[in-house]
Structures are given as structure tokens and as C-alpha cells.
């Protein structure tokens, strides 16, 4: 096909012909090379010219800047070096061998690898040439290099499933790299440089380097943890995720969280790691602050409650003090009934006071760890039935109905310190109680739960919590506004129940339907019953024998008094006296003389010790043997007895008290 003619007076085509190249003049020749340089040298393209046998070398175009500052250097890097160090690692053999074919053989190359710059960014290259000899019959080559990134990167990486995710985190500004296991190499993108505060040019390009550079910058005390997860990621399969110091280049400390996936060929040899970079600094003194804070809060709690229980301990003395002289003044029989009302108005406001000071002692001990539960192996259902019977009572004062339903567990054995379960299950039954409305019910009962825990639940018919107080129950002196009401209470029991049953291992919580009532609930894990349970054999018991005496009880509970009326209905020769309170006792004691005095240790005004105190001091009390029942202290007393003693520790105490007053005797 012959060339088309322009039209008259057109300009001639400035771009000449191979034919035509041999006529033109040395000013049109180098006009025409301006021409081709500019149409090479376009702004992702580059040139490049390269002489096996001297090793003369010459690069032009902005495509080699990218890599290196100076265009020599980026070229040696890229194709003529021995070991191509900007050349991706699986690519280099390739353009190793089309280097070698070419300088041998001569012909054409053309081929696409990937690169790195100095910050680690990815690039795909095209690289093409042609040989030619010169007039002295030497091999030489020239081509041409062009940026392929955003052309060929894409399709690779969608063949890549384990680089494409990490694409989209460099987008979220962490940081990128890939270690090249069989090069001991470690390229590392511009965000990861940028946690050390480099930018763009500012780091060498070499691999190697930059994996010497990282490590240098590592805490020597970090450096074995971040090697050892490396080591058990390759060997062991273990996830890759360690977090480590490195030294800022400012001088600071930042910390990393480095993970990652190794790459293993199709014998199951480890070829590369590909993973991810995260600055966690922020978080990590986060961390940092907020473990500060919990010291400090911690430490502040237990100055808090060191002050409330040393306060607690302080004004129980004076409180008891104020309570038992105003009780001995009210036996005044010259009082007339106005100034009676008064008195029974102060003690009535020091007894509700001194609760509220015994269960800010209790929640101070718990807080400071001074109560310490002691975990034994209980039937909570006989527990709870004692429980019941110390609140009958004041069900029957209320007019509620107190209903308990173990449903066959009473043979179920939990871990939990008995004394504690009683004053948790106390706590919550006698505010189901005292907050019911009248003519209600509250009906406790056993059911089992998942995982072999038992649940010990107790419903009432009051008119329930609302939903958005439902954040403040467990928060101790807040009592949900019933301190407008007429029902007295200080608002720490659900507090010193939650306490309680976390200490021992158990768990709490409630459902509340506003107007219709709730549901407060324990769970504790069951347990095989003791071995020596196991091994008891049925068999009849020896009968108990209770000494003749005369006893004093001290108990200002109505239940307590009716239960040892009842134990003792078989046994004539006992004689039983009541006191409700321990001014009254001293009193009886002064006058009946009794053998012994069982003195509940619950009893408000005068503490046990104290009053123990008093009779030994008068000649007419001082022979009297003083019992304790419930927790005390040993101080002053001649014995104790647990809250729910049965008739053969009754016995023994009693002939034992018996005993040494007949050594003691005159």
C-alpha cells in the first residue's frame, strides 16, 4: 500500500521514514531523536542502555527516580546488579536468566516484575530491549522500562488471597510487609516506616537492610519474644501475633502489634510471611492509665474502708454504752409515761443506729478482705429452714406468708461458709418480707440449674423494682426510695449479699416485674456429700441426757426462746428463765441466780463481753457460767454455743460448765 499524499500546502510529516532517515541532514537527525526520546520518556517510562563485556551503563527518564536518587543506581537495582535487590525475590531468577539469554545470544526481551522503592511500596515494571553490535563487533542493549502498577496489579492480587485483605488494611493506615524467608529479606510499605518516623526516601532500599534496621530497633528485652513467636509460628503453626517496643526515630518508645500468615509451596516449605502493622501505642498507654486508675482506686477503697471499720469499732463502744444505761433507766419504776416514751424513743433510734454501724463494719471487713468465708461442705437446705423459723415472726407481725419448698433437695450439699450463707439468705428472705404488702406471700424454694448448680430462690408479692433502678439494687445505702417510707432499714443488706456470695464463689441476681413483685436468687455449684457422710451407717443413737440446772436465756427473738421450750420439754429437771435484753438478764440474774446463762450474741445494748463482764464482778453473779451462742470473741465467757446447736451440744456444754463450777466451788 503506497503512502497516502498529503493536500497541497499541508506541512510535511515531521516523524521520518527508516528510507528516509539516510537523506536528512545532522540537524533533522537530532531533531528526529528529540521526537522518539520524548515520545518514550513519558512520565511512567524510562530508557536504558547497557554493555555486558565493560559494564557501561546509562539510564534516562522518571521512571527510575521512583527507586533510587540517582538514575545509575536504580538501574544496577533493577537489572544490571548481581543480586537485583529492588527486584521482587520471585522474580529476579526470571530477569536473571533473560539477562544472561540476552548478553549471550543477543535477540529481544520483554517481560513484567515486580519492584519495591525505598519505602516498600509494591510496583509492577515492564521491562523490554533489543541486542545490537557496534562497529567493533561488541554486544550492547537498548530498551525501555514503564510503569505496569495500576494496570497489572489488581489482576495479581485477586489470584492472591492472602495479599488482597492486607491491601485493604493498608487503606486503614497499618502497615504492610512481606519477609522473603529463602532471602533472608524484609520489604516493609510506607506506613510501617512511618510508625518509625521515616518518610518516603528517607530509609535505604535494600531488603536486607531493612530488616537488620528493624531489629536494631527493637527493645533488647522484646527482641527473644517477637524471635520465639516467629520460631513457633514456622516450626509449631502457632498464630503469629506478638506485640513488641521499638525505638521512634525521635527518641520515644512506640509499641507494635505485628501478625501474620506464612506461605508454603507445594511440599509444604515456608517461602514467605505476608502480614500487617499496627501502631497500638495509643492504646497501650491507654492500658497503661487505666491500670493506674485502678491502683489508685484500689488504694483509696481500702483507706476507705480501713477508716469505716476502725469509726465502725469506735462508736460501737459509746453506742452500746448509751443503750444499756438508758434500758437500766426504763426499769426506774418512779418514771412517769411521758418520760418512758422518751427513753423508749432513744433506744429505739440507738438500737436502728447501731444495726446501721454493724453493717457499715460489716461492709468495711468484706471491702478490706478481713472476712475471710470459711468453706465447708453445708446442707443449704437445713440452713434455709433455720432461716425460715427466725423470721416467722416477723412474717406473722407483716402478715405474709412464708412458705419454703426445698422440692427434694434436702439432701444437697453446696461449699459456702454457713454462718455467711444464713446472713445472705437472711438478708434477701427478710426483705422479701418486711417489703411485702400485707396478706402476701413469700415462697422459698430449690431448683437445678445448668452446668450443676443449684439455685435457691425466693419470690415475694411486693410491689417490685422499676426497670431503670434496676443498676442501683446492689448499691449499698441506696434503698429505692423506701426511706420515705415507715419500714426501717439502713439499705446495705443486698450490698453485703453480693458481697457475700461472690466471696464464696457463688452468684446473685434477681427478676422484678414492676406492681407484681420479685424473684432475688443464689446459686452455688453442688457438691458429692462429705466422705464421712458416705460412710455413716444407720444405726440408733445413743440418747441424750441434759444435767438438773437452771438456766437463764437471753434471746430477744420470740422463735429462738419457743425452739429451746421445745427442746426442752422432755427433761423436767431443767428449769428455763427469759430476759429479752441483757439489762433485764443482770436483773434475774441478781435475783434467781441461775446455773447458766445462755446469752445470744445478737442481743442489742450491752455487748456479751461486757455483761460477762458485770456478773463476774458482783459476788452474787460471779459463780454464774456464761454462754455464748452465735459468734463471739472467747473474752469473758465460759463457753459457746453455734447459732443452730441441736440438743447433744446443748448437753455437752452444759455438764461441761457444770463441771467446772463444782471445781471452782468454795
Not at 265 to 282: C, F, H, K, Y
Amino acid at each position: 500500500m503506497s503512502e497516502q499524499q498529503p493536500p497541497k500546502g499541508s506541512p510535511p510529516l515531521q516523524l521520518a521514514s527508516p528510507d528516509e532517515l539516510r537523506g536528512l541532514e545532522p540537524e533533522q537527525l537530532a531533531r528526529q531523536a528529540v521526537y522518539l526520546q520524548s515520545l518514550l520518556l513519558d512520565v511512567d517510562c524510562g530508557l536504558w542502555e547497557w554493555h555486558p563485556h565493560s559494564g557501561r551503563q546509562r539510564a534516562q527518564g522518571p521512571v527510575w527516580s521512583i527507586f533510587s536518587k540517582t538514575l545509575d543506581s536504580a538501574l544496577c537495582g533493577l537489572w544490571t546488579s548481581e543480586d537485583l535487590p529492588l527486584v521482587h525475590s520471585d522474580d529476579r531468577e526470571k530477569l536473571l536468566a533473560l539477562r544472561q539469554r540476552l548478553a549471550g545470544q543477543g535477540g529481544c526481551i520483554d517481560a513484567a516484575f515486580r519492584a519495591y522503592d525505598g519505602a516498600g511500596q509494591l510496583y509492577w515494571l515492564r521491562l523490554w530491549g533489543r541486542a545490537f553490535k557496534s562497529d567493533t563487533g561488541e554486544l550492547f542493549a537498548i530498551g525501555g522500562c514503564a510503569d505496569y502498577s495500576e494496570a497489572l496489579s489488581v489482576p495479581y492480587l485477586s489470584n492472591l488471597p492472602g495479599e488482597w485483605p492486607l491491601q485493604a488494611l493498608a487503606g486503614i493506615g497499618d502497615g504492610l510487609w512481606e519477609w522473603d524467608l529463602r532471602a533472608e529479606e524484609i520489604v516493609l510499605d510506607r506506613a510501617c516506616w512511618a510508625m518509625l518516623g521515616y518518610e518516603r526516601g528517607q530509609v535505604d532500599a535494600n531488603a536486607r537492610t531493612a530488616l537488620s534496621l528493624w531489629k536494631s530497633r527493637v527493645l533488647p528485652e522484646d527482641l527473644p519474644r517477637l524471635e520465639q513467636a516467629f520460631t513457633d509460628h514456622l516450626a509449631e503453626q502457632l498464630p503469629l501475633d506478638v506485640e513488641f517496643r521499638l525505638w521512634h526515630r525521635d527518641g520515644g518508645i512506640v509499641w507494635m502489634r505485628c501478625r501474620g500468615q506464612v506461605q508454603r509451596n507445594s511440599w509444604g516449605e515456608p517461602l514467605r510471611v505476608l502480614g500487617v502493622m499496627q501502631d497500638i501505642t495509643a492504646s497501650r498507654e491507654a492500658l497503661a492509665r487505666a491500670e493506674c486508675e485502678l491502683t489508685q482506686l484500689q488504694r483509696e477503697n481500702k483507706n476507705r474502708a480501713n477508716l469505716l471499720f476502725g469509726l465502725s469499732h469506735e462508736l460501737r463502744t459509746p453506742l452500746n454504752a448509751i443503750l444499756g444505761y438508758s434500758q437500766m433507766i426504763e426499769l426506774d419504776q418512779s418514771l412517769n409515761p411521758d418520760q418512758r416514751q422518751r427513753l423508749g424513743e432513744i433506744r429505739r433510734a440507738g438500737q436502728h443506729l447501731l444495726h446501721l454501724v454493724g453493717d457499715v463494719l460489716e461492709l468495711a471487713r468484706i471491702d478490706s478482705f478481713r472476712l475471710a468465708p470459711s468453706m465447708e461442705p453445708i446442707q443449704p437446705a437445713s440452713l434455709v429452714a433455720e432461716c425460715k423459723r427466725l423470721l416467722e415472726p416477723l412474717a406473722e407481725t407483716r402478715r405474709v406468708s412464708l412458705i419454703f419448698e426445698p422440692l427434694g433437695w434436702e439432701s444437697a450439699y453446696i461449699s459456702a461458709d454457713p454462718v455467711r450463707f444464713k446472713q445472705v439468705v437472711l438478708n434477701l428472705a427478710g426483705n422479701a418480707v418486711k417489703y411485702n404488702r400485707e396478706n402476701g406471700r413469700v415462697v422459698i424454694n430449690f431448683a437445678p440449674q445448668a452446668e450443676g448448680w443449684l439455685r435457691l430462690s425466693i419470690l415475694d408479692t411486693g410491689r417490685g423494682i422499676p426497670e431503670d433502678r434496676r443498676a442501683e439494687v446492689f448499691e449499698p445505702f441506696n434503698r429505692l426510695g423506701a426511706e420515705k417510707g415507715h419500714i426501717e432499714g439502713t439499705g446495705v443488706g443486698l450490698a453485703i449479699a453480693k458481697r457475700l456470695t461472690e466471696a464464696m464463689g457463688g452468684r446473685i441476681d434477681f427478676d422484678s416485674h414492676e406492681g407484681q413483685g420479685s424473684i432475688f436468687w443464689i446459686e452455688f455449684p453442688l457438691i458429692d456429700p462429705p466422705a464421712e457422710v458416705m460412710q455413716l451407717t444407720a444405726g440408733p443413737s445413743d440418747p441424750v441426757e441434759l444435767p438438773s440446772c437452771h438456766i437463764l436465756h437471753v434471746d430477744s427473738r420470740p422463735s429462738s426462746v419457743a425452739r429451746l421450750k421445745a427442746m426442752l420439754a422432755g427433761f423436767p429437771q431443767v428449769r428455763l428463765l427469759v430476759a429479752a435484753d441483757a439489762v433485764e438478764a443482770i436483773f434475774t440474774a441478781r435475783t434467781q441466780c441461775p446455773d447458766i446463762m445462755l446469752f445470744d450474741a445478737s442481743v442489742p445494748g450491752i455487748s456479751a463481753a461486757d455483761t460477762a463482764r458485770i456478773l463476774k464482778a458482783d459476788p452474787v453473779t460471779a459463780s454464774i457460767r456464761f454462754v455464748v451462742v452465735g459468734e463471739y470473741s472467747g473474752e469473758s465467757c465460759d463457753a459457746g454455743l453455734p447459732d443452730s446447736y441441736d440438743l447433744a451440744q446443748l448437753s455437752r456444754v452444759l455438764s461441761k460448765c457444770l463441771a467446772d463450777a463444782m471445781k471452782t466451788a468454795p
